[in-house]
């Protein structure tokens, strides 16, 4: 079974920091581009940043220059170094994979869209 794990979250004061991971487990062959997203409580969900299988890098504007992501391909997972936090960027973050090839049930599979459960990141003093 693959699954993506998020961890890392927490309570932290304004202007804190924090790293978020998101490990891919299973049978995984390769995972092309990977992302984080976030939603706040009564708000839809929204893309937070996105790097590439050759570790092409975007950001949506909220987080530049504040937040990094980056992977390792070897370990099959993708972080999300958060510095400067505020308030604002309260909620709960989620690790995407646009799509990958694992094997499931024996059998070779690309699979689309895949998501983590989510880790919860409150700012908060």
């Known amino acids: 079974q693959v699954q993506l794990v998020e961890s890392g979250g927490g309570l932290v004061q304004p202007g804190g920091s924090l790293r978020l991971s998101c490990a891919a487990s299973?049978?995984?062959?390769?995972?092309?581009?990977m992302g984080w997203y976030r939603q706040a409580p009564g708000k839809q969900r929204e893309w937070v940043a996105r790097i590439t299988s050759g570790a092409g890098r975007n950001y949506a504007d909220s987080v530049k220059g504040r937040f990094t992501i980056s992977r390792d391909n070897a370990k099959n997972t993708v972080y999300l170094q958060m510095n400067s936090l505020k308030p604002e960027d309260t909620a709960v973050y989620y690790c995407?994979?646009?799509?990958?090839?694992?094997?499931?049930?024996?059998?070779?599979?690309?699979?689309?869209?895949?998501w983590g459960q989510g880790t919860q990141v409150t700012v908060s003093s």
């Open positions: 995407n994979a646009d799509w990958l090839v694992a094997m499931v049930a024996g059998t070779k599979k690309f699979l689309y869209d895949y």
């Open positions: 299973g049978s995984i062959f390769s995972i092309n581009a």
